[in-house]
């Protein structure tokens, strides 16, 4: 595969780039390390298939040709770059607006000047919070236009209004993923998210923040499985066809049960504290990913225990030293 990656040096693109180098693939990274981290990709450096652009992808009009000084042919452009975590996104509100509409505008500008099919990283916030269970490509979501959230959710959703308007024209063959909460090495420890939030408080023997009681649900699908069908939904025919695919784990967990696991396996002795629920945070999350396993014939093969463990590692390196780059 040959691949151009927004938002590689992110917890996704750089475990992304990784897989298809590992593969024999080519992949020409650009991100603005607005959230991501040079780090991330500093290993993939020695590839001589690897090249890495420091750039907003929602501001050179002349994204096609710095690529192109990096790589003649390009497949696939995964569409990656944006703020992810609700601390990031809560930063950089305007900044994650941009990344999906104008960042996604030339997306489709790339992937059409290569000849590329665009890959769109969408995600289950589309759905706010949803008033159906589990969550397939059909409903449509339940989401606060204006809330401090919205500018991911409305983001993305633009994004995707975006992707599929240009599919229909005919000016890409897209397709765009609705992923579920990923966890895994790479990701910051203080980003916000549950899994590195309760992983680090483990570790450092603080109690777990348990937001509104900790009932409600997320299911957690470690990053290596995603891979998997990321990679899929890259190679797959199409045939000309549209498609709108969950990827998650179907799996659903409480909050509090997860703070359990993760003391269980770190090995620490669990402390809860209590916590407001913050606004719009969804009470239930849950995907329907039956198009896919059809579509990629895929599903998550990791358990949260084995995923667990070896997010627990990378984290120990990273507060500790040791490994560094684990996946
Ligand atoms: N991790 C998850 O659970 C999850 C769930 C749903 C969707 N997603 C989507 O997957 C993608 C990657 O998420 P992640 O978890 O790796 O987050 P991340 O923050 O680790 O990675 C995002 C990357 O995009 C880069 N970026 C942001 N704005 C940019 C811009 N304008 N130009 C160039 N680079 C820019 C950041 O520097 C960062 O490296 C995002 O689009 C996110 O919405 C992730």
Redesign the pocket.
């Known amino acids: 595969m040959k691949a151009a990656i ?2 590689c ?5 750089s475990h992304l780039a990784e897989r298809i180098l590992a593969h024999g693939g080519s992949v020409v990274g ?7 981290r040079s780090e991330n990709v500093r290993h993939l450096l020695d590839y001589p298939e690897f090249a890495s652009i420091t ?4 501001i050179p009009s002349n994204i096609v040709a710095l690529v192109g000084e990096h790589i003649e042919r390009i497949d696939t452009v995964f569409h ?6 609700p601390n ?1 996104y809560a930063r950089y509100p305007l ?1 994650t607006l ?2 999906n509409s104008r ?1 996604t505008e030339h997306a489709i500008y790339l992937a059409n000047r290569f000849h590329a099919r665009l890959i769109l ?4 916030e589309v759905y706010g919070d949803p008033l159906e269970h589990p969550q397939t490509e059909e409903y449509w979501g339940n989401v606060n236009p204006v809330g401090p959230r919205s500018c991911y959710d409305e983001g ?1 959703r633009y994004a995707e209004a975006l992707v599929a308007a240009a599919h229909r024209v005919g000016l890409v063959d897209a397709a765009i993923v609705r ?4 966890y895994g090495p790479r990701m910051r420890i203080d980003d916000g998210r549950v899994v590195p939030s309760f992983i680090g408080r483990a570790l450092r023997g603080e109690p777990l923040t348990l937001y509104g009681g900790g009932e409600q649900t997320r299911s957690f699908m470690y990053v290596d499985d995603l891979i998997d069908a990321l990679v899929r939904v890259a190679t797959i025919p199409l045939a000309g066809d549209f498609h709108v695919l969950n990827l998650g784990s179907t799996v659903e967990t409480s909050i509090r049960a997860l703070a359990t696991v993760v003391a269980s396996v770190a090995g620490v002795r669990l402390q809860v504290e209590d916590g407001p629920l913050p606004t719009d945070d969804p009470t239930r999350r849950c995907p329907d990913i039956s198009r896919a396993q059809m579509l990629l014939d895929w599903q998550p093969q990791i358990g949260i225990l084995e995923g667990l463990r070896r997010t627990i590692d990378y984290f120990r390196g990273e507060l500790y030293g040791g490994q560094a780059a684990a996946s």
């Open positions: 927004t938002g040096a992110g917890f996704i693109g650009i991100d603005n390390l607005l959230t991501g750039e907003d992808i929602a990656l770059a944006s703020p992810a975590s990031d900044q941009v990344a960042g990283a969408s995600t289950s993305k992923i579920f909460n990923t």
